[in-house]
């Protein structure tokens, strides 16, 4: 990674997600939230291009930009009733949340500098897609089974728990 | 000791950026009032997760594929808490009318 | 379902498929309606008022302006009742153009009412090919009298000249080609799926409610009621042809939209056994130069293209009539829009607004 | 079976495609006018008499006619139709005895101002045996909306 | 064919179950396809069956040593469970047996059910029910067995409780699920210390084992795990004191009265017993307990069975008593004789059921045979049928029942039970006395006007016709002349008795002389009946209120539970409750009043307070140095 | 040589760039500058091209002949309506959300764009030849689902929202059999990558192995490009072009250029995954690649023309249903039966 397209591709993603990430947390419209998250996670995509992932990438790009921030407004427009201007707002334990946050990451970024990583040199092969598959459908094929039944219940979950329940009954 | 952030990029800066990104994740997640926001931020959260572990895979075992596996794992079960998530507070949104979390403060006493 | 927040929404009276300056408010519960009010009167000129400063011939151009899309049928409903009032026999050839005219008109204002149907629905070419073999009853209108679609042909009496020399093979050549034509509608809009779909079972129509609310017309006919004034209480010399009252099933939106099509082909066959049987003669009864009909009042109601079509003429003696009222099919139709609306989307709206087949001019007189 | 009237629709439409089209381009080439057709107003001076039988017969007023006593015979002074309220009916063609007031073929009646669209058929002086203007000429003729 | 049905054996069990999911996923909607598929598996079945029977009756190594096969089910340290097939004489025989009746009584149904509300549901539950019987005949193991078994039991309580509009039926199949729990629970155990001290539940190895159980435990602990096993067959086939359930699953469909009855749920239990018998042959105490609770609520039931009026009644209680013979015959020690009894009880009492439906159905669901009378000529062949089966289970030359009982009764004689054979003679006489009172009073007598009875259509009465015939010729493979039985179905050497003209004759005139007291009571004087409930009040009420067991039941649950309960609820109130709860109680409380501002309730506030403990230990962990530090960061290195 | 001209026209520019003396890293960026300008010339005048084209057929299949005065045979009319759109003043309602509502257009066309990167234009005509390249046309593509939501919000007129949530309903629905569809061809190739896919083609196009595979694709094709039949967030006659009913001019214009983009894109997929992408059919090498792509595309966008203007709108629910009910399902069993049929092809000797 010492290209100079990768450094300044990586400056510039990690610019681009720190900097949504803080509008998505400190903007006061909702909706403005939801449009800079799908910044962030088209950001996060070029990051993963950036660390070899491209299957991983476009995963990113269709669940989360695609798929997770679409939720996201349509819990908004079915839950918004009043003045979307100030719909997201912090609540009284901000200060205290930000302190929390802060030590967070201030710890743990402490720590992975701190540490001594053993990385290895070997490139990651092209084709991920193929890889990921072949280990998808072998070794990892059971969480992988249940990955697809987690989801199916999570459907199945979030239709009951949305669906009115009839006056009648 | 401490890596000194040289011009290369190494392992060290996406795990720095990873921090940065949870600690803005659990900020939302914590100080904010309306319920969308703070899914909304836990899947910031889950993302600086994500990027910890494509990192891993890229420079701890880039032939395994572990770090990129897990990744899809960890999407899949966003995907899930999602739709799980929104789903709730619709319904409670139904019951109340409102989403903001302070209003939820009912599981006490 | 989740709740959600109702919406209320606007509809018209700007609005492409209002069918002019209507207005809708409609109430939704997310794209279901709960409540439709129709807002009408933004195209209202007061022609039954303008009327009582007019003599009895002069009001005859405005009733082109009622239903403009079959402006024949307005004069000759305007004119029977004030013969009917007056006790004028009108000449035989005279009837016969008549009927030719309606009828002709009738076709017109069906092919608007199929073509922008279509076009409500969303499939647009439709009615580009209607509104292709509508331009040629125009011509032969503009033949006849001059006019396009303000027609102004009939008179008290018997219609304003005899018919020109030409009409007769252009009209032929029309009747021969129309059907293939309505084959064509059938094969694009009626017969796609899509369409069916669309109308099929959309905005039910029940005969009684419908007989209850006053509708008329084909709206009426589509949810099985016989009843057609040429058959049921002829007038003119409609007894003498032979043709069938096309009849829906079960009165939604597709059984509207096919009633129509199905009367425009019993409409050739009228104008066809009219032109056969044309006698000569004049085409004007002796009728004084100033009309003063005797005081009194007439109510007199002929099938029109939306259905029910009544004028109701009151005489004071004077050459201006006192009153004049006109029971207008499309603003009676609306009456029941609400009830047709509920529960149904909004596209579902305009399929049946557009399927009811109303005419701003007529709504708002 | 689902899909034929779909299928059926696309046949229409594509030979619809490969048939002559209808359209016309206007002004290189226009329909032929029915000889009764409703055009724009002219009027045989020579033919009126002033009756007024036309401005009464018409519904809006549209006309107005303007007479003068000669040799206590009423004659022409003005005949103006103010178009902007014209149904054309054909009422005031069909009220003169004469056949003085007609219709003509020409139908491009379009005007840029307002004060341009009355038609003045005649005015002026009465009318002389010896005189030629049984033309209306109307201002804004020339500037037809040839567009 | 025959190769293949003997080898593809566990097809039997598959087609009816495969019927049973494919009506309820794909075909329910249409209801003559999903009785067409499940009627189409069963026949299936009966062919293969057919032919494994065939293979194994030709084939002689088979009765030694069974034909086995199975698959790993699962396996864990010290428990490797195996399901597979074990197909010897008997289960070829039971197949052969529960393939044919189901498929005769399905067929039934298709007429019997005709126009009910879930008709293919019904259809789907009786393929079940086929399928899990079938499983628990060929199961080569006892776990798998008990899925069968429970699967047997899920079965009947679905089809007992089918018409759940009404509350006794729903009712019933409560408790006919309840009680069969009770009884389970006890086979449960005995599997469970069959596991524990053989090691399998493999029948075949527990077989070889138990032979020899000295080299794994004592006598006494043996007896306990046999009566403990036995437990489950005594609910299951509905003996002396959890018979209870068996009367009231006459709420069902009769088709389901007649599967139970005849083919699947109640011999189930004989069955068990048949297949354990070596273990109960080890331990003659437990052998004991089996003849004992036979010959007992073969008697008891046959009592009962005096008084009833409802025509399914009082077939219930004939079955029960039926169970006891087969029972007694296992507590002799006779597996043939069992089996035999069992074989051709399955023909006549599923006649017999089924002709109750045909005449329920003609009669619109009015059950008590004193309203009707006179059947015969409206419903010919219903009443011929039923009267071939009365003949049969009446023991009379030369019906099927006759050969069975006989052997029964000569076999208990021979065996040295002369307390028991005297019970068993005596039941053998009350049985043809109430059945042929049964009889009597629904198809002969004067015909009730208000009955309007039609013959049922041939879809019903042609499974009946051929039911009747097998009735009829069902025992002849067993008699003391001929015993191809015997030489196939049996536990231990076979030796052949000689026919015992004492007990047949005897027999026989037990029978004759109770459907000629039937007649004389019923036919000639019908008010007899009620002229000796007169003179006999209190034997008579105490016989028709079946001897007060479910009230004793309600007694004892109203008494000694309810006591108990209330002792125990005394307890609870003031020892318990008083001291213990609410002191801690209230020490709990005035703690938590004082904590209780911490919980705000709000959940941000938790997880606020969760990550500075996180933080709090993660600090901690960096600070104390790089051991624990390695749980903080992992072992990367 | 026709066939390379572009190709050659590539190498020729970075032989004159090396020859300059400048680093093959200063080429690499020349090169890529280039291709991005001709993609972006290649857009513009391909939408400019197919709105005439749009009109045309539209008169044409209505008995009427189109725009026929600016330019021969009315060649400019897109070009003076674009003139006209771009002249009008910008109307932003009151209410509107100002920044995401001027935003929204221009931030359209930016995953149409990024899409052209990955169309194979012709042989080795294909700017990045990605490893997933159909993947990353369906994720990139699906962003902009977002963006017309957003859009629609910011107006501020119900009629925009209702078209909005329908766009976001719509296009998420019709995403699934799209992907699932296009599933089957992918297993059949076992590659994602566009090249691979179009070289698969080489004895047989994928329409016809993939028959059904194709109708799905077009029919939820028709649906992500918002036309006729599935033109329910327009739904001109309904909610009067939804989400675009406040924008005017210039704003208005790069969403209606944006669904012309968008129809290219989708007809780019068929025929690079049905019709053999720049694979000449019957063996007409002679006529370059390039040209049998273009000539393929535009056959599709006829075909999505021909459904425009033949068909009137399905119903929401309608929709809805057809998507989930009918689509997903056929998808679904498409997928197996293609297993299934590589499975017996295997089997028979592969």
Known sequence: MDNIFSIAAFYLLGLVILGSAILVVMLKNLVHCVLWLAVTFIAVAGLYMLLDADFLAMVQILVYAGAVCIMMVFAVMLTQRKDMKSSSLFNAQFRSAGLVAFLTAALSAYLAMRTAWTSTVMPVPPRTAEAIATLMLTKYVVPFEVAALLLLVALIGAIILAKEVKADD | ?109 | MLRTEEITLNMGPQHPSTHGVFHVVLKMDHEVITEARPICGYLHRGIEKLAEARTYTQFIPYTDRLDYLAAMLNNTGYVQAVEKLMEIEVPERAEYIRVICCELSRIASHLIAVGTYSVDIGGITGFMYCLRDRERIMDLFEMVCGSRLTLSYMRIGGVAEDLPDEFIPALCQFLDEMPSRLDEYDGLITGNEIFQARTKHVGLLDPGVAINYGISGPNLRASGVFWDLRKNRPYSVYDRFDFEVPLGKRGDCFDRFTCRIKEMRQSLKIIRQAVEQLPEGPVMAKVPKVLKPPAGDVYHEIEGAKGILGYYVVSDGSNKPYRIHVRRPSFINLGFLNELCKGWKIADVVAILGSLDIVLGEVDC | MFGQGLLKGLQITLQELFTKKVTVQYPEESLPLAPRFHGEFVLDVEQCIACSLCANACPNKVIEIETAKLDKKRVLTGYMMRLQYCLFCGLCVEACNKGAIRFSQKFEMAKYFRDQIPLILYKGEPPVQEEQGNTGITAGEAEGTEV | MVEFSMTHAWLVPLLPFLAFAVIVFLTRPWKMLSALVSVGAMAAGFVISAYAAYGVFTSHSLIEKSLEYSVRWFSMPGLNIDVGVKLDPTSAMMLFMVTLVASLIQIYSIGYMRGEKGFSTFFAYMSLFGASMLLLVISSNLLEMFVAWEGVGLCSYLLIGFYNHKISAREAAKKAFVTCRIADFGLLLGMLALQIIFGTLNITELGEKIANFELYTNAATLTLVAVLVFLGPIGKSGQFPLHVWLPDAMEGPTPVSALIHAATMVVAGVYLVGRMLFMFLEVPEAQQLVAVTGAFTALFAASIALTQREIKRILAYSTISQLGYMMLALGVGSLTASMFHLWTHAFFKALMFLAAGSVLTALHHKADIWEMGGLIKKMPVTGATFAVGGLAIAGIPPFAGFWSKDEILSLTLSGGHPVLFFMAALTAFLTAFYMWRLIFLAFFGKEKPENHPQESPPVMTVPLLILAFLSLVGGLVGTPWFPFWGEWIRFGEFHHAAPDYTVMILSVILGVIGIGLAYKMYVKDVSAEQRLAERFRPVYTLLYNKYYIDEIYMWFNHTLVDGAAKAMYLFDIYVVDGIFINGIGAITRDTGSALRVFQTGRLQNYALVFFLGVLAVAVILAITGPAPAGLVWGGVR | MVENIFVGFAEWLRSLLAAAGLPALFGDIVLMIVKVAGILAFIAISVLWIVYMERKMAAYFQARIGPNRVGPRGLLQTAADMGKLISKEIIIPRAADKIVFLLMPVLIFVPSLLLFAVVPFGKNMIAVDLNVGVFYFFAVASVSTIIFWAGGWASANKYALIGAMRAVAQMISYEVPMVLAILGVIMIVGSMKMSDIINAQQNVWFIFTQPVAFIIYVIAATAETNRTPFDLLEGESEIIAGPFIEYGGMGFAMWFLAEYANLILVSVLATTLFLGGWLAPFGLTFIPSWVWFLLKIYFMIWVFMWFRWTYPRIRVDQLMNFGWKVLVPLSLANIFVTGIGMFIYRAIGW
């Open chain 2, 1 to 109: 000791m401490i890596n000194s952030l040289s011009l290369s990029i190494g392992i060290t800066h996406f795990l720095v950026l990873s921090s940065l990104l949870f600690g803005i994740g659990l900020f939302g997640a914590l100080a904010k009032r309306n319920a969308v926001m703070v899914l909304i931020c836990i899947e910031l959260m889950l993302n600086a997760v994500n990027i910890n572990l494509v990192a891993f895979n890229k420079f701890v075992t880039p032939l395994a594929f572990i770090g990129q596996i897990w990744a899809i794992f960890v999407i899949t079960v966003a995907a899930a808490e999602v739709g799980v998530g929104l789903a709730i507070i619709i319904a409670i949104y139904r019951n109340r009318l409102s989403v903001e979390l302070d209003d939820f403060d009912w599981l006490k006493w």
